[in-house]
């Protein structure tokens, strides 16, 4: 996983509330064994017209949305179902913000699990960042964006950034204690052996 | 020790250490997988040379791209098929070997539906699935959570997970459910309550007397939906009627070790005392059939009601927001909802695809017809379920009021298969989420329960179901 720690880019908007992850990646695209290769079906109903060209009014059809990669979104991003393939879509386009002042709970963790940061930003600031139509600083360390002249700070969970700041790999972690782990099912098949 | 919830116990008994930023590494009992969510996981498994842990800790189960129609002859989309035989692989391969309930086994199903069914699903026990509708275990009093995909990978590789501790918010309803009026209605109306997000970052407790009464696939219907409020756990205490529903279940323990889980299940409910972050009272008594008029389950009300007006609206953006909703629904700002005419009508998936969800449909649909030009779609949660229903003549009374009987499968909750909506089609739904899109690009989902589906189907049109008793 591609760490995070200080990015620069521009931002796309959309700041409505509760962009689910059926708007994000339809269902239809959810078939595919891979994780690459979502990007060009992110938020497919929006932007495609049902002839396949592009809807012109879309923020991701016209700069700075095309060569984004953060998004200024509204409250709850990611609401609804569990699948991956949102991050996924999001990543593989170009985006590894999205910028919110408030996420669902498995969308935010598969996010960071994909190094994407789910970076919390109050919606005055949103608004400020959104209308300054610049390219973003976006330092983690310090959760701090930078706009030009002005500032703003952003609410990240601590586990989160340290997962993010690092790039790292939960599972090896996890492997390399896996004595507690052992020890763990060793009580449990004393105490609950029917499971 | 001070007094604990039932959440904080299941937390408790599942800690294998603390990590850095207030996270913890929960041991993982089961795992449910399906086609959708897992063929990335594996492949992460094989790039990196790691095995399964614990293979018989995981049940796989194919459900959401299969079609509802006769199957013998295989699945048609050479994508869907794709992903379906890549998880028959997977849990072939030697380094996997992950119990698979095959598509034409009797015992295929939602994913949902079969844990339960087949005792898979314990009390006490944590549970996790890559979907986020695994909250619907948690009516047994287990830890049941939807996982993304890098999870469902930790979980295959080590058996855990690194979690944060949700908080405890305790939904007390109480008071007797009026005739007609069931554990959907009370979910959907729970959520217009505290809204899709009011439960993000929470456990949902699920009590009260209306609880307590409620069969276990109510429970699972009330579980189930805990998602759609944004808390990826819903839960209710178990007790008799949880120990009633498991007891010789095919996964479930048997002999002294049954009286041993009962015993300890039995510690499992709240203490005395406990407190929790927030509550909310729910009186039952007076509640109405449900159904939602927007695009998310929040935008709910009942069948008596109207949809907002405009001027209802708090804020501009949320005005901007509810004229977007209700233009996608083709439905006027307030405008009674009764007696808008329905084209689909789908009973079915893991919410309301369980027996007594059939019943309940089959209540209202036996001798009396669907209104014509209404396509009805009755797709049984599993095929133990279908089978049961057979048994009892409920086919005979879909078919005979002109309803489709079809084969397990989430169907059209998601519209991954050969099941969906149509461009403006409107469609009386049990399934849980009427998102833009959801069951079709631009179908329109009105969320109900089987009962007031039933209804739908024979007036044409969103309907009281208590008219019909």
């Not at chain 1, 500032?151 to 950034?161: I, L, Q, S, V």
């Not at chain 2, 095995?51 to 050479?78: C, E, Q």
């Not at chain 2, 898979?120 to 996982?147: E, K, N, Q, R, Y």
Request: proline fraction near 6%.
């Amino acid at each position: 996983m591609q760490p995070f720690t200080v990015h620069t880019g521009l931002a796309a908007v959309m700041l409505q509330d509760n962009i689910n992850t059926d708007l994000i990646i339809p269902k239809q695209f959810l078939k595919t064994i891979h994780r690459r290769g979502l990007g060009r079906h992110l938020f497919h109903d929006l932007r495609y017209r049902e002839d396949g060209s592009e809807e012109p009014g879309f923020a991701l059809n016209r700069e700075p949305g095309r060569s984004a990669s953060f998004l200024l979104a509204g409250a709850n991003f990611g609401c609804g179902s569990s699948r991956e393939h949102a991050p996924w879509a999001l990543l593989d386009f170009g985006f590894r913000a999205v910028l919110a002042p408030s996420f669902a709970d498995i969308f935010a963790t598969n996010a960071v699990k994909n190094g994407i940061l789910p970076a919390v930003v109050a919606p005055e600031a949103l608004l400020a960042l959104a209308a300054a139509a610049c390219e973003l600083e976006v330092d983690l360390a310090s959760q701090r964006i930078r706009a030009g002249a002005a500032e703003f700070g952003f609410r990240t969970d601590p586990w989160a950034r340290g997962i993010l700041l690092e790039g790292l790999d939960e599972i090896e972690q996890t492997l390399r204690g896996i004595g507690r782990v052992e020890a763990f099912e060793r009580r449990r098949a004393g105490t609950a052996p029917w499971l | 020790m001070s007094p604990r919830t039932l959440y904080d116990k299941l937390w408790d008994s599942h800690v294998v250490e603390e990590r850095e930023g207030g996270a913890t590494l929960l041991y993982i009992d089961r795992h449910l997988v399906h086609e959708v969510t897992s063929p990335q996981a594996f492949e992460g498994l094989a790039l990196a040379g790691r095995a399964v842990r614990r293979p018989k800790a995981a049940l796989a189960v194919v459900d959401h791209n299969v079609s509802t129609r006769d199957r013998r002859a295989g699945i048609k989309d050479p994508v869907s098929r794709l992903q379906v035989e890549t998880l028959e692989r997977n849990c072939a391969e030697p380094a996997f070997r992950v119990p698979y309930i095959p598509l034409l086994d009797p015992r295929q199903g939602i994913v949902h539906i079969i844990g339960p069914e087949q005792g898979f699903t314990l009390p006490g026990a944590t549970i996790v699935c890559g979907d986020s509708h695994t909250s619907t275990h948690g009516a047994f009093g287990a830890l049941a959570f939807g996982i993304g995909t890098s999870e469902v990978e930790h979980v295959l590789a080590t058996q855990t997970l690194v979690q944060k501790r949700a908080r405890n918010f305790r939904i007390n309803c109480e008071g007797v459910l009026p005739k007609g009026v069931g554990a959907k209605d009370l979910i959907l109306h729970i959520i217009g309550r505290i809204g899709t997000a009011g439960g993000t970052g929470c456990a949902l407790e699920f009590a009260g007397s209306a609880v307590r009464a409620m069969s276990m696939e109510a429970r699972m219907t009330l579980c189930n939906m805990a998602i759609e409020a944004g808390a990826r756990a819903g839960l209710v205490a178990p007790d008799e009627t949880t120990f009633a529903y498991l007891e010789g279940r095919p996964m479930a323990p048997s002999g002294p070790q049954w009286d041993a889980a009962v015993a300890s299940w039995r510690e499992l409910a709240t203490d005395p005392g406990a407190s929790f972050d927030r509550e909310l009272e729910v009186d039952v008594d007076g509640l109405e059939p449900q159904v939602t008029w927007g695009t998310n389950p929040e935008a709910v009300t009942s069948i008596r009601g109207r949809a907002p007006r405009i001027a209802d609206a708090a804020t501009p953006e949320a005005a901007a927001q509810l004229e977007q909703a209700l233009a996608y629904m083709g439905i006027a700002p307030g405008q009674v909802l009764q007696g808008l005419p329905v084209d689909v009508v789908f009973i079915g998936s893991c919410t309301n695809g369980r027996i007594e969800d059939l019943r309940e449909a089959a209540a209202v649909l036996k001798g009396r017809r669907a209104a014509p030009g209404v396509k009805v779609l009755v797709v049984p949660g599993s095929g133990l379920v279908k089978a049961q229903a057979e048994a009892e003549g409920l086919d005979a009374v879909f078919l005979a009021a002109g309803c489709q009987w079809r084969e397990p499968g989430c169907s059209m909750c998601l519209g991954m298969n050969d099941d969906q909506l149509s461009p403006g089609e409107r469609c009386a739904s049990t399934s849980n989420r009427n998102f833009e899109g959801r069951q079709g690009r631009l179908g329109r989902t009105h969320l109900v329960s089987p009962a007031m589906a039933a209804a739908a189907a024979v007036r044409g049109q969103l309907t009281d179901v208590r008219d019909f008793l």
